[in-house]
């Protein structure tokens, strides 16, 4: 199971632009789950993030922050879907 991760915060236009291309590309991977966690809600997500949101993570590392290209995250979940199979 690959473990994708979006972190951001309600009202963060940037989040709200990369929310559905993570969401669509992680639909297309069975194997991989979405969790989708806001820095307000926890002071060290907010420490470590807050000037990089959105930050998507894949198995817990950093793929990207700000902006989020499609073509990229697929290829990054087909190679960690690899690596755990």
């Known amino acids: ?3 994708i991760t979006l972190i951001g915060k309600p009202g ?3 989040c709200d632009e990369a929310r559905p ?3 669509r590309v ?3 991977f069975p194997e991989a789950t ?3 966690l806001s820095i ?3 002071p060290a997500l907010e420490s470590r993030w ?3 949101i959105p930050v998507v993570l894949i198995d817990g590392r950093q793929h990207s922050a700000w902006r989020v ?3 990229k995250l697929t290829d990054r979940i087909q190679a960690a879907t690899a690596a755990t199979s």
């Open 1 to 3: 199971m690959v473990e």
């Open 12 to 14: 963060c236009h940037l």
């Open 21 to 23: 291309i993570v969401e």
């Open 26 to 28: 992680v639909a297309g």
């Open 34 to 36: 979405l969790t989708e």
């Open 40 to 42: 307000l809600d926890d």
């Open 50 to 52: 807050h000037d990089d």
């Open 69 to 71: 290209d499609a073509g």
